[in-house]
C-alpha cells in the first residue's frame, strides 16, 4: 500500500433527556407518529424554544469525560437548510461559540494506544424522520424525533483505519453509556457516525480531498463504508481521476456506497446566532461540581479488574467495554468471588446467547446474582461445566434460578463413590479394546472412556472422580 487513509470522525448522540432540548415534548423513541409534538418542536410561527438544563449538563459530562475545555460562554446558532423533516427550515445548532473544545480520548488497537483529538463537540436539535415507500409514491413526516437534543461529536483527522475507527466509536459509545447521558442504542439511530475521509501518498503532508459518508448506524456499516471508500479513491487516483468533496451515502444491502451531492460548506448554511436563545453562561462551581461527581470511566473500571481482581487485561476490557456488561459483572461477584469464571461465562456462553436471542443485557430474564449462583454450584461440585451449560440455557429461556432448574431437571453432579464406580466398571466391561489400547501406551484411550462414562451417566457423573478411578482401574 503506498497510500496512508487519512479519517475524521462526526458522531452524533441523542441524550437520554425525558423532554425535548427546547420544548417539554416527550424523547421516547417510536409512538405513533406526531404524537410527541406541540407548537415548538413542529416549527409554528412565534413558539419560541426554551433551553433544556439537562441537555447542557450531559453535554458537559460529556466534554469533561472526553477531557475537553468547557466554554464559560457558549452560543446557539441557526443553520440554515430546506428539507421536509425540519419544519423550522433551520436546525439550531452551535456554530462558532461550541459548549466544549480541544479534548481526546484513548483508542487502542493491537495492543497500541493512541489518543484521538476531540476538535469540539456542541448540542443541537434532531430533525424529523421521514417514511417513504408506505404510501405510492409520496413521503409522510414525523416530528417525533424533531428537536430531540444531540451532541455531535468532531474529531480530529487522526484516525488511520476501519479498526481504528471503530475503536474510537466503540470508546465514544462507552464513556457515554458510563456517563448515562446516552442511550447509544445504535439501532434505533441513537448513536451515528459521518465518517470524512481523504487518501495521500505515504510520506505526503498536505491532506486529500475529503468525502463524507453519512449516517452509519451499526459498528459493521462503519467498517465496511470505510472500506469501500478507501478503496474507490485509490482506483479513482490510479486512474488520474479528481476526488471531489461531496457527501456520500451507504447502502448496507448492496454493500456499495454512492454520491449524494456535492458538499455544502459553512456558507451555503448563512449561519448566524439564535435570538431567541442567550447566550449559555456557565459558572466555575457548575463546572467543578460537575467534574468531581463524574462516574467511573471504563478504562478506571478496567484498571481496576486486573489490579484488584487478577482478571487478565483482555477479559477486563472486553467485560468494561459496556457499561452494562460491567455492572452485571460486578452483581454475580456479590455473590460468588471466581472473577475469571465469571468473565468467562460472560465472554462465553452470556455473549453468544445474547447475540442468537438478540437480546439487551437488560431484558435477560434472570439476574447477575444468579450467574454467580450458578458458578458456586461448579465450583462446589455439585454440578458439571457441562451441565451447567445446560442449566445455563434454561435459565435465559425460563429466567428460573440454577438452583431450582437443578433440582427441577435432577442435574446434581453424581460424586458418590460407590455410584461412580458402578459406572466405571460398567464402561470397563463394554469396551475391552480400548483397555488393550491403554496397556500398549495409547493415553487417547482413557479419555475415551471417561467419555463413554459421562454419556451412561447423562453428563452428570463427576468427571475428575471418573479420571481417577479408571486410572486406578486400569492400572490394577
Ligand atoms: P464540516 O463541518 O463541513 O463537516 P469540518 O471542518 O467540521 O467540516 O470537518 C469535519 C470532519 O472532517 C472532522 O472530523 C475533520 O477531522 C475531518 N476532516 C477534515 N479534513 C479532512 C481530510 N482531508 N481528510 C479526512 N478527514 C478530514
Ligand atoms: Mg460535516
Ligand atoms: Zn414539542
Given at each position: 500500500m503506498d497510500y496512508e487513509v487519512v479519517i475524521g470522525l462526526e458522531v452524533h448522540a441523542e441524550l437520554a433527556t425525558k423532554t425535548k432540548i427546547y420544548c417539554g415534548c416527550s424523547t421516547e423513541f417510536g409512538g405513533d407518529p406526531n404524537t410527541h409534538c406541540c407548537p415548538v418542536c413542529t416549527g409554528m410561527p412565534g413558539a419560541l424554544p426554551?433551553?433544556?438544563?439537562?441537555?447542557v449538563e450531559y453535554a458537559v459530562k460529556a466534554g469533561l469525560a472526553?477531557?475537553?475545555?468547557?466554554?464559560?460562554?457558549?452560543?446557539?446558532?441557526?443553520?440554515?437548510?430546506?428539507?421536509?423533516?425540519?419544519?423550522?427550515?433551520?436546525?439550531?445548532?452551535?456554530?462558532d461559540m461550541p459548549l466544549c473544545e480541544n479534548g481526546h480520548v484513548e483508542i487502542e488497537v493491537d495492543g497500541q494506544k493512541k489518543n484521538i483529538g476531540i476538535t469540539r463537540i456542541h448540542i443541537e436539535e434532531d430533525a424529523g424522520k421521514l417514511?417513504?415507500?408506505?404510501?405510492?409514491?409520496?413521503?409522510?413526516?414525523?416530528?417525533?424525533?424533531?428537536?430531540?437534543?444531540?451532541?455531535?461529536?468532531?474529531?480530529?483527522?487522526?484516525?488511520?483505519?476501519?479498526?481504528?475507527?471503530?475503536?474510537?466509536?466503540?470508546?465514544?459509545?462507552?464513556?457515554?453509556?458510563?456517563?448515562?447521558?446516552?442511550?447509544?442504542?445504535?439501532?434505533e439511530g441513537s448513536l451515528r457516525a459521518d465518517v470524512n475521509l481523504s487518501i495521500r501518498k505515504k510520506g505526503e503532508t498536505k491532506f486529500g480531498t475529503r468525502t463524507e459518508t453519512k449516517n452509519l448506524n451499526s459498528f459493521r456499516s462503519i467498517v465496511r463504508a470505510i472500506e469501500f471508500e478507501i478503496e474507490r479513491q485509490i482506483e479513482a487516483v490510479e486512474?488520474?481521476?479528481?476526488?471531489?468533496?461531496?457527501?456520500?451515502?451507504?447502502?448496507?444491502?448492496?454493500?456499495?456506497?454512492?454520491?449524494?451531492?456535492?458538499?455544502?460548506n459553512a456558507d451555503d448554511y448563512r449561519y448566524f446566532p439564535e435570538p431567541d436563545l442567550s447566550?449559555?453562561?456557565?459558572?466555575?462551581?457548575?463546572?467543578?461540581?460537575?467534574?468531581?461527581?463524574?462516574?467511573?470511566?471504563?478504562?478506571?473500571?478496567?484498571?481496576?479488574?486486573?489490579?484488584?481482581l487478577g482478571l487478565p487485561e483482555y477479559d477486563a476490557t472486553i467485560i468494561t467495554a459496556s457499561k452494562k456488561m460491567a455492572d452485571f459483572f460486578e452483581g454475580a461477584l456479590t455473590v460468588c468471588s471466581n472473577a475469571k469464571s465469571i468473565s468467562n461465562w460472560l465472554m462465553g456462553d452470556f455473549t453468544r446467547l445474547l447475540g442468537e436471542k438478540e437480546m439487551e443485557i437488560e431484558n435477560v430474564p434472570f439476574s447477575a446474582q444468579d450467574l454467580g449462583e450458578l458458578v458456586n454450584l461448579i465450583d462446589s461440585g455439585k454440578i458439571s461445566s457441562a451441565i451447567a451449560k445446560k442449566v445455563f440455557e434454561e435459565m435465559f429461556e425460563s429466567g428460573k434460578q440454577p438452583k431450582v432448574i437443578v433440582e427441577?431437571?435432577?442435574?446434581?453432579?453424581?460424586?458418590?463413590?460407590?455410584?461412580?464406580?458402578?459406572?466405571?466398571?460398567?464402561?470397563?466391561?463394554?469396551?475391552?479394546?480400548?483397555?488393550?489400547?491403554?496397556?500398549?501406551?495409547?493415553?487417547?484411550?482413557?479419555?475415551?472412556?471417561?467419555?463413554?462414562?459421562?454419556?451412561?451417566s447423562r453428563g452428570k457423573a463427576n468427571p475428575q472422580m471418573l479420571n481417577k478411578m479408571f486410572l486406578e482401574e486400569l492400572n490394577k
Open positions: 426554551v433551553l433544556n438544563k439537562k441537555v472526553m477531557n475537553c475545555e468547557i466554554a464559560r460562554d457558549s452560543k446557539q446558532d441557526r443553520k440554515n437548510y430546506f428539507y421536509p423533516d425540519l419544519p423550522k427550515a433551520y436546525q439550531i445548532s452551535q456554530f417514511n417513504h415507500d408506505q404510501y405510492g409514491g409520496g413521503a409522510l413526516v414525523d416530528l417525533n424525533r424533531a428537536c430531540v437534543p444531540l451532541i455531535e461529536i468532531v474529531s480530529e483527522p487522526d484516525i488511520r483505519s476501519a479498526e481504528e475507527a471503530k475503536a474510537y466509536v466503540e470508546k465514544l459509545k462507552s464513556i457515554l453509556e458510563y456517563l448515562e447521558v446516552s442511550d447509544c442504542k445504535m439501532q486512474n488520474g481521476e479528481e476526488i471531489y468533496q461531496e457527501t456520500r451515502r451507504w447502502d448496507d444491502d448492496r454493500g456499495i456506497g454512492y454520491a449524494m451531492r456535492t458538499k455544502e447566550l449559555i453562561k456557565l459558572s466555575e462551581d457548575y463546572i467543578n461540581n460537575l467534574k468531581d461527581n463524574l462516574p467511573e470511566m471504563p478504562d478506571s473500571r478496567k484498571a481496576r479488574y486486573v489490579s484488584e427441577e431437571k435432577g442435574l446434581v453432579q453424581i460424586s458418590d463413590e460407590g455410584a461412580i464406580k458402578e459406572i466405571v466398571l460398567k464402561v470397563l466391561e463394554n469396551n475391552p479394546q480400548s483397555i488393550a489400547d491403554f496397556k500398549a501406551g495409547k493415553d487417547k484411550a482413557l479419555g475415551f472412556l471417561v467419555g463413554q462414562a459421562m454419556k451412561e
